[in-house]
């Protein structure tokens, strides 16, 4: 009896692979539901336009015209759910995927398309560990926290002032990027006065902030998201702290610039990874086409999923197959220009152009420095 | 297992035999069936069978000895760190599970007794706030035990954990058994046995506990405690063991979680997931052990469905996709939350206000034993 | 000693957003002995309908006074609450007056769930700036030491509140129908007492409230989202349990103790602990203070020592 519903099962798994060979299906995971569903939904659809984008070119692999389609899951940022979905994908029978958003669900979701052999590539997900587990197929199209930090820490120290406090929000994002920021500090000669912390649930922030006035800082580091950026702006200046403020990709939106109101000034910076949206290759036209397609601005790594969709497909073009064993080494050798710049890995799997920018708030938006 | 059966329709009743049978071949052959919708739904299953492990044990101490709990994924939360530990590069150690498992079990327990010491004079809802805050508690140490010596590597989580594998065969359940050179039983498979084999240690476990005098004693504290009192029941020491108890069956279900996520972290614990256990237990009928395991097993699965077939029946009924479909699987499942407490209020399976022995057991001795 | 009294400041502004929501909860526990859970979620329902509210009024009447518009989402927020809070009681709560314990717990969680996702349905899932209407420049009240207009009107609303609440229940008619309701639904319906009606009431006042603390959050902090509400409904009910629940005086005690003991306790621990813990175990304080107060005192600081009853 077992035998025949095993290979009832394994006739099942067959007739589905042989309906999917028109269509090339790419999973895509993010939260959906929870509080940072925004930056989830920007993610999806960020690869959502590169994917039909595509489809609209007419691509054809191994002679075949083929036609891609997104498959969008929810993982509510909780890394249980995140393995559950991840199986999903696995199951429908996706040749790849775009995601998770978060360290924490994409880690554990990482070992089982490893074990199903599909490639993976995270648009934002920046723990460093992600690429460090030894897994083949394991990508990202962002820098990782340990490129940031060093750059936020030591343009902190070396531009902004020498005393520097460090906030962050507990999360796996947020207290790797802080880490590194430390680091990049004293390596940049300057000195971390106070290292406190809240989480990203939180939007009172006062009792830290009087904390860090007490030790009279020249700047402060927020490593953490968008959503807690903005009141903390706004408390700075209701304790009437002046001290330059400087936060990580997290925050480093169109989102906060509402969110603070009149509390974003020339004192506020912001890092991201990447070029600046405006300044990408296919920045301001990605800008628009995203907007028209979607009726919403970009909130953060739209772009970084538009490019990992891309990765995935362009290497599947590279090796005429869809078959992730075949078209693997094809994406381990990619090399095209992206919407965020130059596309190609290193022997990890991270982003080798991994260039960091610095922002400064200028008349009402974020204004790319030279450093 | 009985009272399972017998909610099936038509066979329970009048063919209690048929029936349970039934349910055995059903319960051994599930994961197949799962499987032929892809292995998802075998994942999913196995995670149903550690949220019946934690129902049961949350069933212990809110059902069996009325003490409200809403934080208890603390100790799953213990459990699965103590296997990160214990068998992970993140010491450096790689201890088989039967030592792991016990020793998280014995600290869940340990921390059930630390919990349940001083909140002994709380009642109702004084002891759930209470409980809730010692959840967020331990939840936040993990969070952040990384200085001055790190230890739990607070929210990055401890990664690549070890699987589980089963001594004398070696059998590595992550790696999945090779039968012959291209069939291969998945991992997920061998997990869901593994995991059964607790679930069913566990029921008869609690079954008997039940009609013992320790079960028979909470359900007296439950009833009313200061009669209990006057009756000669120590109720301090009652309440210790059920919450030691009920800890320990988290405990073990944290390890088993552990080995099969190979990740753990902080996330993974949150309020929610202790709201939903007791959730599960109230739909299912609490105080029952079937309700429980109805209660966990529906709940597990509801918003899987929901997630699957909401697409499609939106594109069905009006050809165009108005709500995304985690919307609207939130959407129902939290009016099938509503409208199930509304229309029974007891759970699916309510407990009876008393239980004979013969009920609990099944036993057809002493059914005879009653009636002379 | 600035730092000491700035940190009393930003505990007090925090623990009187508490002790509001406090009072909602503790309201409907006297009466019912039921948590409602959804009593955050009616907070975040204020906030971001008197955002809609705010944004609506500022397009078809412009060029009014701010505080103008303030009142005017204040004054449709609050109906809209009180219409949601009746909703909830009449349809998820009043049927399971009778039934085991924890059911209306469950369908609580149900309906804050439904209504967190309603309202990302309707508001979308981003997070909304809300207009600061009032003025949020800092005043030095004392040297070193700030607090915004917005602060004090947080204070103040609160107080008011407080205030006029206590009066309700202790000098009018319907105050002493709803004590009456506390102590025993059976024996003051046989008095009279239309207790259905009483029940519906309390919860459209406490709903009335979360408006008001919504709206004053959201103005405070100028940010607006559809999970606004979990947290502060999290730390409001253990507030009232803190201060005894059931016992209004005893929500405002317990809100303020407990926004000081956070806003102090964030500031200090990693002084007093020579560094060993610092600010990342902010929100243990809330449930550490807690538990300590409750092993001392079971039922709270003003909770009534109830004796053990068969």
């Not at chain 1, 106070?194 to 402060?220: G, S």
Request: with cysteine; charged share 15%; hydrophobic share 50%.
């Amino acid at each position: 009896m077992k035998q025949t519903v095993i290979a009832l099962a394994l006739l099942g798994l067959g007739i589905s692979a042989a309906q999917a060979q028109e269509v090339i299906k790419i999973g895509h995971v993010g939260p959906l539901t929870g509080n940072i569903a925004h930056l989830g939904k920007d993610n999806e659809n960020g690869a959502k336009l590169a994917v039909e984008e595509y489809n609209a070119k007419g691509i054809k692999i191994g002679g075949k015209a083929v036609k891609f389609e997104l498959i969008g899951e929810d993982d509510a940022a909780d890394p249980k759910t995140g393995t559950t979905v991840a199986q999903r994908l696995v199951d429908a029978g996706v040749k790849g995927v775009v995601g998770h958003l978060n360290s924490g669900t994409t880690i554990p979701a990482s070992r089982i398309y490893d074990q199903a052999g599909i490639p993976v590539i995270t648009p934002s997900a920046t723990n460093p560990k992600l690429t460090q587990q030894g897994y083949k197929a394991v990508f990202r199209t962002i820098a990782n926290d340990v490129q940031q930090g060093a750059v936020i820490g030591k343009y902190s120290a070396q531009k902004l002032g020498k005393k520097v406090a460090i906030i962050d929000d507990r999360t796996a994002y947020g207290q790797g990027l802080a880490d590194e920021v430390d680091k990049g500090v004293k390596a940049g000669g300057g000195q971390v006065v106070a290292r406190e912390f809240t989480n990203n649930q939180a939007t009172d922030f006062m009792a830290i902030l009087t904390k860090i006035k007490a030790t009279n800082p020249d700047v402060i580091v927020y490593s953490g998201m968008d959503a807690q950026g903005g009141p903390m702006l706004k408390q700075l200046k209701q304790l009437g702290i002046n001290a330059k403020w400087i936060t990580g990709d997290g925050g480093c939106t169109g989102e906060i610039i509402k969110l603070a109101g009149d509390a974003i000034n020339a004192n506020t910076y912001c890092t991201q990874a990447g070029l600046p949206l405006d300044q990408m290759p296919g920045g301001k036209d990605f800008k628009e086409r995203f907007k028209k397609k979607f009726g919403a601005d970009v909130q953060i790594y739209a772009p970084y999923a538009y490019d990992a969709a891309a990765a995935i497909i362009e290497a599947m073009k590279k090796a005429n197959s869809s078959d992730p064993a075949k078209y693997l080494a094809a994406l381990k050798s990619s090399n095209f220009k992206g919407v965020t710049g130059v596309v190609a890995f290193d022997d990890k799997g991270d982003i080798k152009a991994g260039s960091v920018t610095v922002y400064q708030f200028e008349n009402g938006a974020w204004k790319a420095l030279k450093n | 297992m009985n009272n399972i059966s017998q909610a099936i329709p038509f066979l329970g009743s009048r063919n209690p035999k048929a029936a349970l049978i039934t349910l055995v071949v059903l319960v051994l052959t599930a994961p197949l069936f799962a499987g032929l919708f892809g292995n998802t739904w075998v994942r999913i299953l196995d995670f149903a069978l550690l949220y019946i492990l934690l129902a049961i044990g949350l069933n212990l101490v809110v059902g069996f000895a009325g003490l409200l709990d809403l934080g208890y994924i603390a100790f799953y939360a213990v459990g699965a760190y103590t296997w990160a530990f214990l068998a992970s590069p993140h010491f450096g150690l790689h201890l088989p599970f039967y030592v792991v498992l016990p020793v998280g079990a014995a600290f869940a327990a340990l921390a059930g007794i630390a919990l349940g010491f001083p909140t002994l004079r709380l009642r109702g809802d004084y002891l759930a706030i209470v409980t809730l805050g010692f959840g967020e508690i331990i939840r936040i140490f993990m969070n952040n035990l990384t200085h001055p010596v790190n230890i739990t590597n607070g929210p990055q989580g401890i990664d690549q954990i070890d699987g589980m594998t089963i001594p004398l065969v070696g059998l590595e359940l992550n790696r999945g058994l090779q039968v012959t050179d291209d069939f291969k039983i998945s991992s997920l498979f061998l997990y869901y046995y593994v995991f059964l084999a607790f679930v069913v240690l566990a029921v008869i476990l609690v079954k008997r506990l039940q009609v013992s005098r320790i079960g028979r004693a909470w359900a007296a504290i439950r009833d009313d405690e200061l009669a209990a009192k006057a009756i000669g029941i120590n109720t301090r020491n009652l309440k210790l063991l059920a919450f030691a108890m009920g800890a320990t069956f988290g405990g073990v279900a944290g390890g088993l979680f552990g080995a099969f996520q190979g990740f753990v972290s902080p996330e993974s614990f949150t309020l929610m997931e202790s709201i939903a256990i007791l959730t599960m237990i109230v739909f299912g009928g609490m105080g029952n052990l079937a309700g429980v395991i109805v209660g966990a097993l529906a709940l597990s699965f509801l918003p899987e469905v929901l997630r699957h077939i909401a697409l499609p029946i939106q594109q069905a009924l009006f050809g165009k996709v108005y709500l995304d479909p985690e919307v609207l699987r939130m959407l129902l499942l939290s009016l099938a939350m509503i409208l199930m407490m509304l229309m029974k209020p007891a759970g699916l399976i309510p407990a009876q206000s008393r239980y004979s022995r013969a009920d609990l057991l099944g036993d057809k001795e002493a059914r005879h034993d009653q009636a002379a | 000693m600035q730092t000491l009294l700035q940190q009393i400041v930003n505990g007090l502004v925090v623990g009187s957003v508490y002790a509001v929501v406090a009072l909602g909860y503790t309201m409907v526990y006297g009466i019912l002995g039921l948590i409602n859970f959804a009593h955050g979620e009616v907070l975040m329902v204020g906030a971001l309908v008197a955002l809609s509210a705010i944004t609506f009024f500022q397009s078809v009447l412009p060029d009014l006074h701010p505080i103008a518009y303030f009142v005017m989402g204040l004054l449709v927020a609050m109906p809209v609450c009180m219409a949601v809070g009746y909703t909830i009681e009449r349809t998820a709560y009043r049927r399971l007056r009778n039934a085991p314990r924890l059911a209306p717990l469950i369908t609580a969680i149900g309906v804050s769930f439904l209504l967190q996702t309603l309202a990302m349905i309707i508001w979308g899932r981003n997070y909304h700036s809300f207009p600061q209407l009032i003025q949020t420049a800092p005043i030095e009240i004392v040297a070193g030491v700030f607090m915004t207009p917005v602060q004090m009107t947080t204070v103040g609303v609160s107080a008011a509140m407080m205030i006029g609440l206590v009066i309700l229940v202790t000098r009018t008619n319907m105050g002493r129908a709803m004590r009456a309701t506390a102590e025993n639904h059976r024996v003051a319906s046989l008095m009279g007492v239309d207790t259905n009606r009483i029940i519906a009431l309390t919860f459209i006042i406490g709903s009335a409230l979360a408006a008001v603390a919504g709206v004053m959050i959201a103005s405070n902090y100028g940010v607006a989202h559809y999970s606004m509400g979990f947290l502060p409904g999290l730390k409001a009910f253990t507030a009232a349990v803190l201060g005894g629940i059931g016992n209004l005086a005893g929500a405002m005690v317990g809100g303020i103790v407990l926004g000081l003991v956070e806003a102090i306790g964030a500031g200090y621990i990693e002084t007093w602990t020579g560094g060993w813990l610092n600010s990342s175990y902010q929100d243990i304080f809330a449930f550490l203070i807690l538990g300590i107060v409750l092993i001392f005192r079971p039922t709270g600081l003003l909770g009534e020592r109830v004796a053990d009853r068969a």
